[in-house]
């Protein structure tokens, strides 16, 4: 085994690698939502797209919690191992879809998504809980680089996609990134024995069977907390379902073609990428108070409900409006030809929207910790979610 230091650094290389593995499968169907409605064998109607999307994320409404729970009992890597196993189901039943006919390929599809719902939070959240008390005086960067790192997952996703679709179709747009999910199950096992193997080194383990009943230990929650959840939900529901509309809200609005639409939604990802990283090394030299952090939380929510009033009803072609056709081809038989979109104005958007979401989303994960107790820790992270 190496150093603790290294295991340390192993530690959150697996985790950075789970986070991307998880984000490109995640995002996957966001990319392909027009070809899932066209390409046989799913030719999914927008209903069972819709179906798709609100059975991955309604798990989500109390697994967290559960996985906080269960964490707090277990212990915060086992949990993470046996949810990614979870998410490794699920990403092996959607691959397979690819190769089922008729009926069978929307319902290995819808089970292997559910499967991945169920797990996709609680893979997210619970390194926090492992992670974080062996990085007390640099969590903040750290998470600006795991942030970053996750993101890079739905950069790589937006940025593929399309050219596997074009290369193989679905079958390969599909099985390439559920490939990709089902391996972070390997590196999440490797993380639980990397922490084992440091709490058997630290003192501060065998306290775990000092601590209060979980029951009394809740009553202790500061009311901050739960403002601090408030303002958590608001945020992830108003962003994160645009990552799964999105694509094909582009493609329908801006009359632009799939590659370029997801191509657009490379720039919010991107912003999360390249600013969590600096941001949360800022963060941590400067020592920011909770109250600081809280103001540019506000701050930078406020360009996310504007970019996306714009993005919901700029016009077709950006706001401009199409030129009339000239008379002569019109006398000719000949249909104008298409008017190509007008790009500025979605991308201003997206590039707004990403450019707010990440740092509203890196100031909630860096500050969790100021307002939650560290006992509790667990299922605190569990509930923000």
Not at 334 to 362: C, D, E, K, M
């Amino acid at each position: 085994m190496p150093s603790p230091c290294g295991r340390r650094c192993l530690l959150v290389a697996c985790v950075a690698y789970g986070l991307f593995a998880n984000h490109w499968a995640r995002d996957s169907l966001g990319a392909l939502e027009v070809p899932l409605e066209s390409d046989a064998p799913y030719s999914l109607s927008a209903r069972r797209y819709n179906a798709l999307t609100s059975l991955y994320f309604l798990p989500n409404i109390g697994v967290p919690i559960l996985a906080g729970v269960l964490a707090h009992r277990f212990g915060a890597a086992a949990t993470y191992a046996a949810f990614f196993a979870i998410a490794a189901a699920g990403n092996g039943l959607v691959g397979a879809s690819v190769a089922a006919g008729g009926g069978g390929a929307f319902g290995l599809l819808l089970v292997g998504r559910a499967l991945m719902g169920i797990a996709y939070e609680a893979v997210d959240v619970l390194p926090i809980g492992f992670v974080s008390p062996r990085f007390r005086d640099t969590w903040t960067a750290l998470v600006g680089l795991l942030n970053g790192v996750n993101r890079l997952g739905s950069v790589t996703n937006f940025l593929l996609e399309p050219l596997l679709y074009r290369a193989g179709g679905l079958p390969l747009a599909l099985s390439v990134p559920s490939a990709v999910g089902a391996s972070g199950l390997l590196t999440a096992l490797l993380a639980w024995r990397v922490d084992a193997s440091l709490s058997r080194a630290d003192e501060a383990a065998a306290q775990r069977a000092e601590e209060e009943p979980l029951r009394t230990s809740l009553r202790s929650l500061p009311r901050v907390f739960f403002l601090f959840l408030l303002g958590g939900a608001c945020v992830y529901g108003a962003v994160v379902p645009f990552w799964f509309i999105g694509a094909k809200h582009l493609q329908s609005r801006f009359g632009m073609p799939l590659a370029t639409a997801d191509a657009l939604l490379l720039l919010p990802e991107g912003m999360i990428a390249l600013v969590a990283p600096p941001f949360g090394l800022l963060m941590d030299r400067r020592r920011w108070s909770l109250t600081k952090r809280l103001y540019w939380s506000a701050a930078s929510l406020a360009p996310i409900p504007v970019a996306l009033l714009l993005l919901a009803w700029l016009g077709p072609a950006g706001g401009a409006p199409a030129l009339a056709p000239n008379v002569t081809t019109l006398a000719a038989g000949n249909s104008p030809p298409p008017a190509a979109p007008n790009l500025l104005a979605p991308a201003l958007a997206t590039l707004v929207l990403g450019t707010g979401y990440a740092f509203a989303q890196n100031l909630i994960w860096a500050s969790l910790t100021l307002v939650a107790p560290p006992k509790l820790l667990n299922l605190c992270s569990g509930a923000h979610t």
